[in-house]
């Protein structure tokens, strides 16, 4: 992913994630684990915090709001919370999307942004690659990867 990134000229710093049914947010090297819940429960309190938004004119909108209506929690027999759009037909893709990209949000800048610096632009790329490359080998570290 890295690489597809750079040759295509981007300076974008990707995040590889798999997402996990698991408890706890894990990395090894490059990748994380993160679970299904801390994703869905992290967008949920930032739509009751108001700092999500949904432009009316936005192309996918409507969609968005709809998988995000869909979602639902459910317990299995052994007790384990499952996240999932569970009606048939529903999709959550774009539910995922958002909140992958509000949780990678909080790996860039990870004390939040207050007064005119809340809105994240591209001219903080530099600082959010700094941010992200020292907060990961914080986390090598705590691992013992590093």
Not at 27 to 51: A, S
Not at 69 to 75: I, K
């Amino acid at each position: 992913m890295q690489n597809a990134c750079a040759d295509a000229g981007s300076d974008v710093e990707a995040m590889p994630v798999t997402i996990t049914s698991g408890q706890t947010e894990t990395t090894g090297g490059e990748f994380y684990g993160v679970p299904k819940r801390d994703l869905i429960v992290g967008l949920q309190v930032l739509l009751q915090r108001g700092g999500l938004q949904i432009a009316a004119g936005l192309q996918f909108g409507r969609k968005l709001v709809e998988e995000m209506m869909a979602m639902e929690v459910r317990v299995s027999p052994a007790g384990n919370e499952q996240y999932a759009a569970w009606r048939e037909g529903t999709h959550d893709d774009l539910v995922f999307a958002v909140a992958l990209a509000y949780w990678s949000a909080q790996k860039a800048y990870p004390k939040g942004l207050e007064g005119d610096q809340r809105w994240w632009t591209n001219g903080c790329q530099e600082d959010a690659g700094r941010m992200f490359r020292r907060w990961m080998a914080e986390e090598e570290r705590r691992n013992g990867h590093g």
